[in-house]
């Protein structure tokens, strides 16, 4: 999972901002469950589940919002 979450904090903001459109937002969801994994972060794997399947289209603008500014995706630690 470190490995994961690395690798996607390691690509390049272009590549971050096309993974962030409508579409292709599930894949972000996915980056937020595998980085509270990997902090055994309790609170933060559940919240991720929950946005997994009930509001991953509400977070896309989010997403690119946070990518554009700060260069990351916005979760809790």
Do not use: E, H, Q
Not at 23 to 51: E, F, H, N, P, Q
């Amino acid at each position: 999972m470190k490995g994961l979450v690395k690798a996607f904090d390691g690509l390049p903001r272009i590549v971050k901002f096309i993974l962030a459109l409508p579409v292709l937002d599930i894949v972000w969801a996915i980056y937020r469950l595998c980085r509270s994994l990997s902090k055994k972060s309790t609170i933060g794997t559940v919240l991720a589940i929950v946005m997994l399947f009930l509001c991953p289209a509400i977070f896309w603008l989010v997403d690119m919002i946070t990518i554009l500014v700060a260069n990351k995706v916005l979760w809790i630690d």
